[in-house]
């Protein structure tokens, strides 16, 4: 099945400094990536995703890239906030058998933003 | 616009009693409906998808269960919950291949 890997785990950085969190996948079946932010119990929501047809997106200070050869795909965020102190997640999604799409996830990584 | 209803928020439940989770969506039709599990914060693990009424997938062998009664809910249920079944569940729905999901506000379940 797909396997999705992610890193940094944790990654702290200042305010208004740029943060890249990097994922790759296995299989290479999978065509859509979307990324995900978790505040503290809540349920993740998606804040950006890229299709296997584009190398690259961008959404304000959020921006996507996709390298499909290699297999990875990294967000990065810009002038960052305190507010986009958070877990994210990466995932990789895949056509099931019976229809619909499966997320597989990775790990996350909890983001903190300092003064 | 869609919206995802997921209740309730907090449960504590000994071990041994039932247990029924309950997932409504609203705005769309046919929705592709999912129950995820997180523990401790983080991994997202794939339990039960649904692409229609009465037509249930499951990913990974367990002590739970899905139904689908109606086109816009989802159900996850056990017999007998066990301490094992603790963690942060999560209901949510897509609007097919190569959508994102949109996730419900989780039920944190403790089971003692």
């Known amino acids: 099945g797909e396997n999705v890997e992610q890193h940094p785990s944790t990654l702290s950085v200042q305010e208004g400094d740029s943060a890249v969190i990097k994922c790759t996948y296995s299989d290479s079946a999978s065509n859509y990536f979307p990324w995900y932010k978790q505040e503290l119990g809540k349920g993740p929501q998606l804040i950006i995703d890229?299709?296997?047809?584009?190398g690259e997106k961008k959404d304000q200070r959020i921006a996507v890239t996709l390298n499909k050869t290699a297999k990875h795909f990294s967000l990065h965020i810009t002038e960052t906030q305190p507010e986009d102190s958070a877990v994210y997640f990466c995932?990789?999604?895949?056509?099931?058998?019976?229809?619909?799409?499966?997320?597989?996830f990775g790990t996350g990584t909890q983001l903190k933003v300092e003064l | 616009s869609q919206t995802i209803h997921q209740w309730p928020a907090t449960l504590v439940q000994p071990v041994g009693s039932p247990l029924s989770l309950e997932c409504t969506v609203e705005g769309t039709s046919n929705p592709n409906l999912y129950w995820y599990r997180q523990a401790a914060g983080r991994g997202l693990q794939l339990l039960f998808y649904s692409v229609g009424i009465g037509q249930i997938s499951s990913e990974v062998p367990q002590n739970l269960s899905a139904s689908r009664p109606q086109d816009r809910q989802f159900i996850l249920s056990s017999k007998k919950l066990l301490l094992s079944d603790s963690g942060f569940y999560l209901c949510?729905?897509?609007?097919?291949?190569?959508?994102?999901?949109?996730f419900g506000s989780g039920t944190r379940l403790t089971v003692v």
């Open positions: 949510a729905w897509s609007r097919g291949l190569n959508y994102g999901y949109t």
């Open positions: 995932a990789a999604s895949k056509v099931l058998t019976g229809g619909g799409n499966k997320l597989t």
């Open positions: 890229i299709r296997s047809n584009v």
